[in-house]
């Protein structure tokens, strides 16, 4: 699977590989979670969002986590995410008095 | 090697049922697996010791193996070899174990004595995704301020890799695909890079833009001058304006840092005015001083 930015991978193919059903999928663009691209009436997942993509699965498939959960610990992870960011920079000014 | 008590890990009893150490185990997975916890190296491998006690209990044969051994667990290669044609290959039921992107090498080494590694329990065990691997290189100011090449081992591989100037201190680069294989034709993991780049002595750095400070000399600051200055980029000719104050700041645009990704975009250098008083005085300076004073 190319990982590479601007390549695309359609959906059946993207199930087939990892044994979930293409409703899922749906349910996760509906939520807003993840985007998919229609090209010719076929829908394809961008490769930039696999990554994502196979996180949200491991939520459902094997933590057992509703789609409601996965929409939350999404958001919150972002927070998580903003957070250590703002930890980093501001180590990074504390540097600047050390 | 130390024995690891696996109940304890998943905190059930010996005489936990099979429910009951499922139920404990996704307790667990759910509260350390690595996607809930990311940056978290403790999550990490407190996730892999719940997966590797889920590994073992969940399993039938590999529990009774580890029940009847225990401690002694180095003599169950032999117990192994009897009961080795009575056993039938298994296969991994559909949600023994959790990925979360680990493989093989994950489990500790008691595991991988007492029962030569995993039996790739997981329900997508046939497209295992390699580890991911981290790193860390350090980087002067000086070095982070220019885009170079640098090569890094990883893994006994010889990787090259552009390092783009601008990259921030404690900035992390994935390089996609250099991590661990993939398992079963799983996708490799990827490489995961943290840049610390230290501070110089003379120059600090605040995202894109440069601080220093710069020494003037008392004749310089009262009446003003060209002043020589350094700066990464090399030496600028600076005009100081007459009567300049001590920690007056002066702000030179696109003097800084590069800008990350964008090239020919620059920070800002501020410079702070620090004015050194002349020391060691003739006589003669001395009363040119007090004719100053008096003339005030």
Redesign the interface.
Known sequence: MDMQAGYLITIEEFCAKHDIEESFISSLQETGLIEITTIEENDFIPADQIQQLEKFIRFYYELDINLEGIETISHLLQRVNALQEEIIQLRNKLGLYE | MAFIDYYKVLGIEKSASSKEVKDAY?KL??KY?P??N??NQEAKSNFQQINEANEVLSDPEKRKKYDQYGKDWEHAEEFEKQQQQQQSQRSGSR?AT???GASQSDFSDFFESMFGGSSGGS??QS?F?GDDYSTEIHLELTEAYKTHKQTLSVNGKNIRITVPAGV????IIKI??HGGPGVNGG?NGDLYITFTVT?DQVM????NNL?CNVELDLYTAVLGGEITIDTLDGKVKLKVKPETQQGTKVNLKGKGFPVYKNEGMFGDLQITYTVRIPTNLTDKQKSLFEELRNSC
Not at chain 2, 168 to 171: A, C, G, L, V
Not at chain 2, 204 to 207: A, E, F, I
């Open positions: 996704r997975a759910r697996h996607d809930l990311p940056n949600d959790y990925s979360g329900r997508r497209k995704r921030e201190n404690r900035q996609p695909g996708p501070n600090k750095r605040l995202g601080f």
